[in-house]
C-alpha cells in the first residue's frame, strides 16, 4: 500500500512523504495542547492534520483517475474546514457549520467509494455492518430525547455518516484498513454526540482525536492504494 502512494518514481515522492509526516506531526502536536486554551497554534494544528492531506489526492492526478481523485481530496479539505470550526470556541453557530462541513466531507467520500463498493459478500462483513448499522440507530434514539432543534440535522448527519461507512465496509479490496478507518471515524462523531447531548464521555479528547485521526489516515492510504494502479 505505501510502496503504491510514496514510491510512484514521478518526482513527487519526496513531497508526498513530507506532506504525510507534517499531517502527523501536526496531528500528536494537537493531541499534546488539546486541553490548552483556543489559541491560534491549537486551530492551527487541528485544521493541519487533514489539511496537509488535500494535496496528496491532486499529486497523483495522472497516475490514477482524476475525478475520484479530486473528490477524494475534496473530502479532505471539508474534514478539515469541520476540524476549523470545531476548533473555534465561543460561538455556538461553530458547531452546525462544523457539521455541515463535515456532512459534506461525508458525501465527497461516498461519491468516492460508490462505484467501486459492491454487496458484502463474507460473513465478516455482513456482521460489522449490520452492527455499525444497529449501533448508530442505538444512538440516535438514546440522544433523541435530548437533541431538541437539532434532531434533524443530528438525524441527517447520522444516516450520511452511516452510508459512508457501510459503502467503506462494502469494498473488498479495501479491507480491512478502509472499513476499520471508517468505522473508527463513526466512533469519533458518535463519542462528540454522546458527550454533547446526552453526558459527558472521560478522556473525551483523547478518545475522539484518536479515534478521528486514525481513520481518516487509514481511509486516506487505503483510497489513495486503490485509486493509484
Do not use: C
Request: net charge positive; charged share 10%; proline share 7%.
Amino acid at each position: 500500500m505505501l510502496e503504491r502512494i510514496f514510491m510512484t518514481g514521478d518526482g513527487l515522492d519526496a513531497l508526498r512523504i513530507a506532506l504525510a509526516l507534517l499531517s502527523l506531526i501536526a496531528a500528536i502536536a494537537y493531541q499534546v495542547i488539546e486541553r490548552a486554551a483556543p489559541s491560534l497554534l491549537r486551530t492551527g494544528l487541528k485544521t493541519a492534520a487533514i489539511g496537509l492531506l488535500v494535496p496528496l489526492p491532486l499529486l497523483a492526478v495522472g497516475i490514477g483517475p482524476a475525478l475520484p481523485l479530486l473528490l477524494l481530496s475534496a473530502a479532505f479539505l471539508f474534514s478539515a474546514l469541520g476540524d476549523f470550526f470545531l476548533a473555534m470556541k465561543g460561538d455556538a453557530r461553530n458547531f452546525p457549520r462544523g457539521l455541515v462541513a463535515f456532512l459534506v466531507s461525508h458525501l465527497f467520500y461516498i461519491a468516492v467509494m460508490v462505484p467501486i463498493a459492491s454487496a458484502p459478500e463474507t460473513l465478516a462483513q455482513k456482521t460489522i455492518s449490520l452492527a455499525v448499522g444497529l449501533g448508530a440507530m442505538a444512538l440516535y434514539f438514546t440522544l433523541a430525547p435530548t437533541l431538541g432543534r437539532m434532531k434533524l440535522p443530528v438525524g441527517t448527519y447520522l444516516v450520511v455518516i452511516l452510508v459512508m461507512a457501510l459503502s467503506a465496509l462494502a469494498i473488498p479490496e479495501g479491507a480491512p484498513l478502509l472499513g476499520l478507518g471508517a468505522v473508527l471515524f463513526v466512533i469519533s462523531d458518535s463519542v462528540i454526540a454522546f458527550d454533547k447531548f446526552k453526558s459527558p464521555v472521560p478522556a473525551r479528547g483523547l478518545i475522539v482525536w484518536i479515534t478521528y485521526y486514525v481513520g481518516q489516515a487509514l481511509m486516506a492510504l487505503s483510497l489513495l492504494a486503490l485509486l493509484m494502479p
